[in-house]
């Protein structure tokens, strides 16, 4: 807890003085509001991963549904400039590792304090971003292929300006089709525990990936 309250703390010291902790590479002020392809299109149910369903177990109040709706969230240039100084935040202070390495495990998603991978920098994104104000039902943890066709997490942002993309990867924010990425499924606005695909595929494998790695 007090590690979360500094973090938010120094974020709204790094607001207030203007500085920039992050690569503004596009100016998402800019997105047009009226192109369809800058928000991700959903494909009906799917199942989530195992990996949050065992978090979900563990951590009750963190996935209990809100009565959240299909809300985008207005990007304001406030928003916009919180949204990259959590981002950046958050990838300079947790160190990448695997949860084999952590905790002997293959899979296990936990908020991390100083080490983690990747899922558990979404977590820590979306529980700072939340503490900052933005609506829960707007932060949605997605699931997504990497380049090398590797699972991989992000931090999903709906606003009305498009989907953007929160990444340890990266220290820039993305709109979804500038990742390169695949996407695969994403939580669903109404219930956190309930999951949409992003894909029309259907092979259970590929949409139940859990999406590990760093």
């Known amino acids: 807890m007090f590690k979360l309250v500094a973090g938010l703390l120094l974020?709204?010291?790094?607001?207030?003085?203007?500085?920039?902790?992050f690569a503004l590479e596009k100016d998402a002020i800019n997105f047009e509001k009226s192109s369809s392809s800058a928000f991700a299109p959903t494909y009906g149910p799917t199942l989530p991963p195992i990996g949050y369903v065992n978090y979900c177990e563990r951590y009750q109040?963190?996935?209990?549904?809100?009565?959240?709706?299909?809300y985008r969230l207005e990007l304001t240039p406030e928003r916009w400039?919180?949204?990259?100084?959590?981002?950046?935040?958050?990838?300079?202070s947790i160190v990448p590792e695997?949860?084999?390495?952590?905790?002997?495990?293959?899979?296990r998603w936990e908020i991390p304090t100083s080490a983690g991978d990747c899922e558990d920098y979404v977590l820590l994104k979306q529980r700072y971003l939340e503490g900052l104000g933005f609506p829960v039902e707007a932060?949605?943890?997605?699931?997504?292929?990497?380049?090398?066709?590797?699972?991989h997490a992000v931090l999903m942002v709906r606003t009305d300006r498009g989907d953007l993309v929160l990444d340890n990867r990266r220290s820039a924010v993305l709109l979804w089709t500038d990742t390169r990425y695949e996407?695969?499924?994403r939580q669903s606005q109404e219930n956190p525990q309930l999951w949409v695909a992003l894909t029309r595929k259907t092979r259970r494998g590929e949409l139940n990936i859990a999406g590990g790695g760093h």
Do not use: H, W
């Open 81 to 92: 400039k919180l949204l990259g100084e959590v981002n950046s935040f958050v990838n300079t």
């Open 98 to 107: 695997s949860d084999q390495d952590l905790y002997a495990v293959p899979e």
């Open 11 to 21: 974020i709204g010291t790094l607001c207030m003085t203007g500085s920039s902790a």
């Open 61 to 70: 109040r963190d996935c209990r549904p809100l009565g959240g709706s299909r």
């Open 183 to 185: 996407f695969l499924k």
């Open 139 to 151: 932060l949605l943890i997605t699931v997504v292929l990497d380049e090398s066709g590797e699972g």
